[in-house]
């Protein structure tokens, strides 16, 4: 089955300081890739995504994050956190032939400490 | 537009109680489907649904029924309400049914069985 793996449920960061948020899928055929984020009280919004192209994706809130095929790794980055940031943050997969069904990670719990 | 229109945002049932989350959305969309959100686990899809008359089941669709008579509204049914279904479910559409991308995500609704 596929599965999308994010490796710390909590982090905490001071505000300035630079964020990673790592995330494994285990699906080797081709897929999209997602970020989406859950700010406090609030429901899922689209960060961004991969669909083919420039594996290095822009999104929203200054936030990118890089498609690497061989390490089937798709990690949300940001130089510079703000207080603003604090949500949960998800990463989602789905398969070509799957169409629009995501497949989930855990999520991942940013705190940023102002 | 309003987009996703989810009810109730609260409910508490008692064990067998039966109910029904109401979704609802505005943008014509032809993808419609219910996730369920819970710790750790991050959001697992329960049914989707591709157009009007056209249902099936996702990841976790056990206690759980669905229908989609319009292109609107995609209730989510309830039938003998257990603890374990104790959730924040969202509904969530997109324009497409291949690979469009971005879901939009109602607001959730908190559901405590007793």
């Known amino acids: 089955a596929q599965s999308v793996s994010q490796h710390n449920h909590h982090v905490i960061l001071s505000e300035a300081a630079s964020l990673e948020l790592g995330c494994n899928y285990s699906y080797g055929g081709t897929v999209n890739l997602f970020w989406y984020v859950q700010y406090p009280g609030q429901h899922l919004q689209l960060l961004l995504k991969?669909?083919?192209?420039?594996?290095l994706v822009k999104g929203i809130k200054g936030f990118e994050a890089e498609f690497i095929k061989s390490k089937f790794s798709f990690n949300l980055r940001k130089p510079s956190v703000q207080w603003s940031d604090t949500a949960e943050y998800f990463c989602?997969?789905?398969?070509?032939?799957?169409?629009?069904?995501?497949?989930f990670g855990a999520g991942t719990i940013l705190r940023v400490k102002s | 537009n309003a987009g996703v229109t989810q009810t109730p945002k609260f409910q508490v049932l008692k064990t067998g109680q039966s109910m029904t989350l109401q979704c609802a959305q505005d943008m014509n969309h032809e993808y419609m489907s219910w996730y369920r959100q819970d710790p750790g686990m991050g959001l697992r899809l329960i049914h989707y649904?591709?157009?009007?008359?056209?249902?099936d089941q996702g990841e976790v669709p056990n206690g759980y029924n669905v229908s989609r008579s319009t292109t609107e509204d995609f209730p989510l049914r309830l039938l003998s309400a257990a603890p374990s279904q104790t959730s924040v479910y969202f509904c969530?559409?997109?324009?497409?049914?291949?690979?469009?991308?971005?879901?939009?995500f109602g607001e959730g609704s908190r559901l405590t069985v007793l």
């Open positions: 649904s591709v157009g009007a008359g056209i249902t």
């Open positions: 991969y669909f083919s192209g420039d594996p």
């Open positions: 969530a559409s997109s324009y497409g049914v291949t690979n469009t991308g971005e879901l939009f």
């Open positions: 989602a997969v789905n398969r070509m032939e799957y169409g629009n069904k995501l497949v």
